[in-house]
């Protein structure tokens, strides 16, 4: 199996992204290759974005993983779970990649540890076993950046050709904690603003200039 990532910028903006969840995902996949792209037609810049390439590139590879089980009919959390649970050897390059910010063998099996973690206690409070009534489905994610673990399950339902979240349920291990309620309103706000950008219309720009300017033109997602 080829791990073959290929991360895309915008001219001037070459970070690869050492800390994104596929290289936790694939630490000892010795078929591996990342490439950079540069791209210079992009309208937003990933400034735009809060957490920069955080999230863009977190979704890709979620998203990658996802068809991955669907392909091989596969739990997508235990396929996340088998891929982490690879074992990690130290390797020659270990100092260099400490330096570079990928991590030394030592750090990335404590970070797949930590995110086994997190998915372990997902799938113990959203009930990720039970069975689904008829209409209804369900989804997962993994992300780590800069020390945070975070995973989430989301359920959603099909009626009447509409389609409803019904609940989100996340566990984060951002480490200690000074104010809870900082941390519950960071991750509710950023579920809010996430699901704002999937429900509503894209944003345009039109001459260079972003046509949405406040909450009257691009509304964040509210309670049915």
Same mark, same amino acid.
């Given at each position: ?15 690869? /992204? ?10 000892? $996949?010795? !078929? ?7 791209? &210079? #037609?992009?309208?937003?810049? =990933?400034?735009?974005?809060? &957490?920069?390439?955080? !999230? ?8 990658? *993983? #996802? ?20 074992? *990690?050897?130290? $390797?020659?390059? #270990?100092?260099?990649? %400490? ?6 063998? !030592? ?29 209804? /489905?369900?989804?997962? &994610? ?23 979240? #019904?609940?989100?349920?996340? *566990? ?37 200039? *972003?046509?949405? %300017?406040?909450?009257?033109?691009? =509304? ?5």
């Amino acid at each position: 199996m080829l791990w073959d990532t290929v991360i895309t910028s915008g001219n001037n903006y070459g970070y690869i /992204g050492r800390n994104m969840i596929m290289d936790y995902y694939a630490a000892n $996949t010795p !078929h591996r290759r990342t490439r950079h792209n540069e791209g &210079s #037609d992009q309208v937003l810049l =990933p400034g735009s974005w809060r &957490s920069v390439d955080a !999230h863009p590139m977190t979704l890709a590879c979620e998203c990658f *993983v #996802d068809e991955v089980a669907v392909k091989i009919k596969k739990d997508p959390l235990e396929l996340r779970l088998q891929w982490l649970s690879n074992a *990690v050897t130290a $390797t020659k390059s #270990d100092n260099a990649n %400490s330096k570079s910010g990928s991590g030394s063998s !030592h750090q990335v099996k404590e970070r797949q540890a930590l995110l086994k973690n997190v998915l372990h206690q997902v799938r113990k409070y959203s009930g990720w076993d039970k069975a689904l009534g008829a209409n209804r /489905g369900k989804g997962i &994610s993994l992300s780590y950046f800069y020390g945070t673990y975070v995973s989430q399950v989301a359920y959603i339902s099909y009626r009447k050709n509409k389609v409803s979240i #019904d609940k989100i349920v996340c *566990v984060v291990d951002c480490g200690l904690v000074i104010n809870p309620n900082f941390v519950e309103s960071q991750i509710e706000g950023s579920i809010i603003w996430s699901l704002s950008a999937v429900i509503n219309p894209s944003i345009k720009v039109v001459a260079g200039r *972003v046509v949405q %300017s406040n909450f009257h033109d691009y =509304p964040a997602a509210m309670r049915a």
